[in-house]
């Protein structure tokens, strides 16, 4: 599974965090929306969580190719 996020380039996976992650950016990106609403306990309705998911998921590959980027320079 580590070898297929290490396969992804790191330009690809900085836009789909500009472009995916953040979408729309107006008024404000649906992750911040979708963060808000969770931390207030409004979120509720499974496209909320579709949205958070999705708008979230490219963030969580940024921080996994920097996790395994900082694992293998420590080693």
């Given amino acids: ?3 297929a996020i290490r ?3 790191w330009p690809v996976t ?3 965090v500009g472009f995916l992650g953040l979408a729309p950016f107006v008024p ?3 992750i911040w929306q979708k963060l808000k ?3 207030a306990g409004e979120l509720s ?3 909320d969580w579709f949205d958070l998911v999705m708008h979230g ?3 969580l590959l940024l921080a996994v190719k920097l996790g395994d980027l900082a694992l293998r320079r420590t080693k």
């Fill in 28 to 30: 404000e990106p649906h």
């Fill in 37 to 39: 609403m969770l931390f």
């Fill in 45 to 47: 309705r499974a496209i």
């Fill in 57 to 59: 998921a490219p963030f």
């Fill in 14 to 16: 900085l836009l789909l």
């Fill in 1 to 3: 599974m580590i070898q």
């Fill in 7 to 9: 396969n992804i380039s």
